[in-house]
């Protein structure tokens, strides 16, 4: 009874160890007894199949957009699509950013800091859960996040569903930006899938294990992604 009331706790604790070596932490002892009984794995997208730091692609700004704020403050010369109305709504969506800590919002703060753009201070910020943001900069109300929140918050999308989705068929996360009530841009953000992520999953899968991805992203990238890796069954637009 002495030898097996220490041997339990011994080879509980080496098995754990082993498995914190490899980057596998268990919840409990619990846990790692059940583990000989699994038949399914379910992995995130974001950090784990993929690196976790997306950059922005692109920007696509909207052809159908009606004046916004003081013109005099603010010119938008909406009819022209040189580089400087794009840094524009990136210097807006960064700006709004700035009091978030996803990953696509770091992004955006990001392209904006290499293009050198002075980001203002919002002086409102509220975080959406599963949809994005809600700030305002320079007198502008901001919203930006995917196009769930554009519907939720009832905004003008302003003719950029398509360019959204030819993003999205690329396996790129659409970030919607809009301003006092009109979509103006869609921000392409792309993150690249780790180097061991398909051999781990084909691991898996030769295991017997189903192997599953898990993301708050929308259906087309998630779909995309997961072709990428071999995975066949996705739930994308899962709210945390």
Known sequence: PCAMGLATPTSIMVGMGKGAE?????KSS?????????NAIVLDKTGTIT????????????????????????PLPITDNRPPITDYWLRIAASAERGSEHPLGAAV?????EKGLILSEPTSFESVAGHGIYAVVDGH?????????????????NGLESEAIALQEQAKTAMWLAVDGQATAV?????????????????MQSMGLAVVMMTGDNKATAQAIAAEVGIDRVFAEVLP
């Open 109 to 113: 703060i990001r392209a904006a800091n």
């Open 141 to 157: 109300q901001v919203f930006v996040g995917n196009q769930r929140l554009m519907e939720r918050e009832e905004l003008l999308l």
């Open 22 to 26: 490899k980057g596998i932490l268990f």
């Open 51 to 74: 690196k976790g730091e997306p950059s922005v692609t692109d920007i696509v700004v909207s052809s159908q957009l009606s004046a916004i704020g003081n013109q005099s403050d603010h």
């Open 30 to 38: 619990a846990a790692l007894e059940q583990v000989h009984k699994l």
């Open 187 to 203: 921000i392409g953000v792309a993150d690249t899938i780790k180097d061991g992520s398909q051999t781990a999953i084909a691991a």
